[in-house]
């Protein structure tokens, strides 16, 4: 069985910056495709950033485009979300994710692995 371990949530003030990282064990991952979803406070889930298995197609939400960057490490056990210029609105329990399709992924129903979520509040 695979797991996916987030870390790096916390609390920033508005404009600060987090990195948050996903850790993948139990399985090979490194076929898959990682994405990164949060879920505030009385919304749905949506989806934020995703990366195929290669590395080489990133896909990113609208609001979060130009301000995150997710990437995955050469290894690619590991897969991170570089977070800058963060809003209020940001803040979230941000989850990771991983999909057997292999090709970016905006569909959280086509992801199989999930963490359990790190919590990111920006106040402002």
């Known amino acids: 069985q695979g797991q996916l371990v987030e870390s790096g949530g916390g609390l920033v003030q508005a404009g600060g910056s987090l990195r948050l990282s996903c850790a993948a064990s139990?399985?090979?991952?490194?076929?898959?495709?990682m994405g990164w979803f949060r879920q505030a406070p009385g919304k749905e889930r949506e989806f934020v950033a995703a990366?195929?298995?290669?590395?080489?197609?990133?896909s990113y939400a609208d609001s979060v485009k130009g301000r995150f960057t997710i990437s995955r490490d050469n290894a690619k056990t590991t897969v991170y979300l570089q977070m800058n210029s963060l809003k209020p609105e940001d803040t979230a329990v941000y989850y990771c994710?991983?999909?057997?399709?292999?090709?970016?992924?905006?569909?959280?129903?086509?992801?199989?692995?999930w963490g359990q979520g790190t919590q990111v509040t920006v106040s402002s």
């Open positions: 990366i195929s298995w290669s590395g080489a197609s990133r």
């Open positions: 139990g399985r090979t991952f490194s076929s898959y495709s």
């Open positions: 994710a991983a999909s057997d399709r292999g090709l970016v992924t905006l569909n959280a129903n086509l992801y199989h692995y």
